[in-house]
């Protein structure tokens, strides 16, 4: 099948796409290789998730949320604002379509794209002009190669596997990471009747989802290094001093910490009360497993019944994307800083790798998606006068 832009991944990221190249009147197909769209959301999260941001700065392009929504997402809003996205804007996912292998044609005119149909199990090829990697930066859930994991009586799982606490009531159990993630599954399985426990490494900054929303609306009119110092100040009169606590702040502000490095201030949604009060124990990174026991890297022992991985995800781009050494990195990363992130060459994009969230998938997608309309227009013109016969196919 041949088409002029084929995307890969029918997430919020190529959902924006395909609604942008629409209203463009762009030819396109989403190929996703779940059985869904936004396969993250639906199936990947745990039951009690929101949007940890406003609903303003998670918009995708050309669709605000209806204003009775609530500031704060639930998981089934975002679901359904997505389902009326993709109808709004007739995009129409081919799903179970899981591209094993794109490369570029020798005569670097074309794309060529495989995926495999798995409810067929047969090989689909599509031709195209452009591109889009869409395939989020939560591709896969990394679980940290810790020595004598293998050990481990109880049971462990990543935190995209988590759903909800009902399993957990009465046993120890330790979430390790102190992300968006791992903080508010401790929490749910605390609120479940779980003895959970948290293993924090490195350094995070904890805020209010009312400061994060502050924080962002004043980001709007005023630079990072006037807007980190206020909500640090209400944050520390909130909390107090986290460092009580066992959690080490960063040297750098959190917002502008998310704009060099891409890390996100963790966003309490009700563990960081339970902390305080001792009902939630924080430890410091594990150092080894042994049996149903956890060594950590204080030296202190305690015994757990399961362990969640709340350790983030990995791209798994480079898996399919083959000879290409331009615009992702060894990880599966953009090699470019933002905002130069988006454009590859031949007609290669990725949209949804800012690491900036909705927010930054929305304004991915409208890039990629002005840049092919120009790129395409330009192309048609000079097809228009071009006789040489076109070999394209390697
Ligand atoms: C738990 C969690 C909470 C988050 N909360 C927020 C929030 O509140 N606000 C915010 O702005 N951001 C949030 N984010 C970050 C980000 O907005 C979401 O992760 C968002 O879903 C990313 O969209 P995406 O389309 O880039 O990737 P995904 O949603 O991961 O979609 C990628 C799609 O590609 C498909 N795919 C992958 N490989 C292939 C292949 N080889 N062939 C075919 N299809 C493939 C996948 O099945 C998937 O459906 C959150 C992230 C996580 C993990
Ligand atoms: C898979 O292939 C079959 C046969 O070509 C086709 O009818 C179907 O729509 C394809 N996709 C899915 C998701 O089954
Ligand atoms: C909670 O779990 C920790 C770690 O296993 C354990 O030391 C502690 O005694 C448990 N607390 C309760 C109330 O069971």
């Given at each position: 099948m041949e088409v002029v832009v084929v995307i890969v991944g029918a997430g919020p990221a190529g959902l924006a796409t395909s609604a942008c190249l629409n209203l463009h009147s762009i030819p396109n197909i989403v190929l996703e290789r779940e059985d869904c769209s936004a396969s993250l959301w639906r199936k990947h999260t745990y039951d009690r998730i929101k949007l940890h941001l406003g609903k303003q700065f998670c918009a995708l392009p050309h669709m605000p949320f209806p204003p009775h929504a609530p500031t704060f997402v639930p998981k089934n809003g975002f679901l359904s604002y997505l389902d009326n996205y993709i109808s709004k804007f007739n995009s129409n996912p081919f799903y179970n379509r899981n591209v094993e292998s794109a490369f570029c044609s020798k005569d670097k005119q074309k794309w060529l794209v495989q995926a495999m149909n798995t409810t067929t199990n047969v090989l689909e090829h599509y031709v195209a002009q452009f591109l889009v990697v869409a395939?989020?930066?939560?591709?896969?859930?990394?679980?940290?190669?810790?020595?004598?994991?293998?050990?481990?009586?109880?049971?462990?799982?990543?935190?995209?596997?988590?759903?909800?606490?009902?399993k957990y009531i009465n046993q120890d159990v330790l979430v390790v990471g102190a992300g968006n993630s791992g903080m508010e599954i401790a929490y749910d399985l605390s609120s479940s009747g779980a003895n959970a426990s948290l293993s924090v490494r490195g350094k995070v900054h904890v805020l209010t989802k009312e400061l994060a929303y502050l924080g962002m609306s004043l980001l709007q009119y005023l630079p990072c290094k006037i807007v980190d110092p206020i909500i640090l100040m209400l944050q520390r009169l909130h909390f107090g001093d986290l460092a009580n606590y066992g959690l080490q702040q960063p040297e750098n502000g959190p917002f502008y910490l998310k704009a060099i490095t891409g890390q996100s201030p963790t966003i309490d949604v009700g563990a960081m009360p339970k902390i305080k009060a001792g009902d939630m124990r924080v430890y410091p990174e594990i150092s080894k497993v042994e049996g149903n026991k956890v060594v950590f890297a204080n030296g202190k022992v305690d015994q757990f019944?399961?362990?969640?991985?709340?350790?983030?995800?990995?791209?798994?781009?480079?898996?399919?994307?083959?000879?290409?050494?331009?615009?992702?990195?060894?990880?599966?990363?953009?090699?470019?800083?933002?905002?130069?992130?988006?454009?590859?060459?031949?007609?290669?994009y990725c949209v949804g790798f800012a690491q900036r969230g909705l927010a930054g998938i929305s304004k991915d997608a409208q890039n990629v998606a002005d840049d092919i309309r120009r790129m395409w227009k330009e192309k048609v013109m000079t097809d228009q006068f071009d006789n040489t016969p076109k070999l394209c196919y390697s």
């Open positions: 395939t989020g930066d939560n591709s896969l859930g990394v679980v940290p190669r810790l020595p004598g994991l293998e050990t481990f009586r109880g049971e462990y799982m990543h935190s995209s596997q988590y759903k909800n606490g009902r019944d399961a362990m969640i991985f709340a350790t983030g995800y990995k791209s798994t781009v480079l898996n399919w994307l083959k000879h290409e050494d331009n615009l992702f990195n060894n990880d599966g990363m953009p090699q470019q800083k933002f905002p130069n992130h988006w454009k590859g060459e031949k007609g290669l």
